[in-house]
């Protein structure tokens, strides 16, 4: 049997599929199986995870389902003690299995191991440079507390998880599946201690042509996920509550300032600021990423879009970390 299971939910993904699948061919840790699990691709995704010799990976074909069914189609499958999911866009560096699985091995009480993320865009040609994080992305143990208010973990192709810790919670919910990724941290959190590799070995695609249509599903389903997460939540914990609202809000503002460019977009990311400052006016004052954001609407609020574009894309690159985010959700492709 395999030690760890790779689990790649693929839909129309031949654009990447095999720089993703490479990327997990390449890890210096090699005992390991991959399923990718065709979610009902219109494209020649399947022919192309086919034609790998590796006998390593395995391409099961399935209607569409989304990714949550896919992700759960692929869990049946795997056989490894420890399972760990990568988008069909992603990347990881090559030593992202080993040193996972190390600190796991480091930390027996622990059920899930995470590293950081660095984000690029689809077009970028060379790997970005780490980013340097702030001490919120290095907790470590017990989580659940800072997983209710902000995931830290920002992407479905983060963590390794023991299969216990799988075990124990269940499969992925399809009713929430625009921030699946973040519902499943916080049940996790709630059982299993988690880890740090305080490295960037995930790099996420951020993907173009995302319209706000989409933006508008994730929002009703983070919506769900957030009544859902603070529902299994001890009394203890429920003060948090509006600080998870705010920073949905942050979130949501910096998606529609991201993935349109309509002025009905920029209209709802103000609404959304506009709401997080109701919630937390200090905001204004003593956060520096909000400020980023709050200059980045009235950019593309005041200037013609060509300029506003380039300064927004400037202002993006400056960042030295992630975009915050409270859920990673599934990329809005």
Known sequence: MPKISVIIPAYNAAATILETIDSVLKQTFTDFEVWVINDGSQDNTQTLVESISDSR???MTYPNGGVCVARNRGISLAQGEFITFLDADDLWTSDKLEKQYAALQEHPEAGVAYSWTCFMDVTDTETPPTFRPSPEYQWTGNVYQNLLVQDFIHSGSNTLIR????SSVGEFDPTCAGC???????RLAAKWHFVVVKKCQIFYRRMPGSMSSKVEVMEREALIAMEKAYQAAPPELQYLKPLSFTNFHKYCAELYLQRSQDQDAIKKAQQHVQAAIALQPSLMIGDRTFQKLWVKL????????PLANYLFHSIRKSLSIPDPRLQPGNKLS
């Open 180 to 186: 699946a990724d973040w519902n499943y941290w916080v």
């Open 298 to 305: 009235w950019i593309k609020k005041l200037l013609p879009k």
């Open 163 to 166: 299969r216990e810790a799988i």
């Open 57 to 59: 990976v395995q391409v």
